[in-house]
């Protein structure tokens, strides 16, 4: 089976992260501020280390970072996978 993302990517959401924070007028620092109100403690550091794929996400930080952007977590996954 063929690697989804190559080994210098650490996850496949970044971009749409920060697309969807970028399109809702949100800061990284605003970002994780919402994520720990849900006890999901990302630090603004580590969401642009997510944003820039230097980072993994687990599936818990997946499902927070869905809620808080308002899309399902399906959408945060680039489209082109299908």
């Known amino acids: 089976m063929a690697r989804l993302i190559d080994r210098s990517e650490k996850n496949l959401v970044g971009d749409r992260v920060r697309e969807l ?3 809702r007028g ?3 620092q605003i970002l994780s501020n ?3 109100t849900m006890a999901i403690y990302i ?3 580590s969401i642009s280390r997510i944003e820039d794929k230097s980072r993994t996400v687990t599936d ?3 499902f927070g970072l869905s809620q808080v952007l308002g899309v399902s977590i399906s959408d945060l996954f680039p489209s082109n996978l299908a």
């Open 21 to 23: 924070r970028v399109r």
């Open 26 to 28: 949100m800061s990284q």
């Open 34 to 36: 919402r994520l720990e």
């Open 43 to 45: 630090c603004r550091g």
């Open 60 to 62: 818990i930080e997946l």
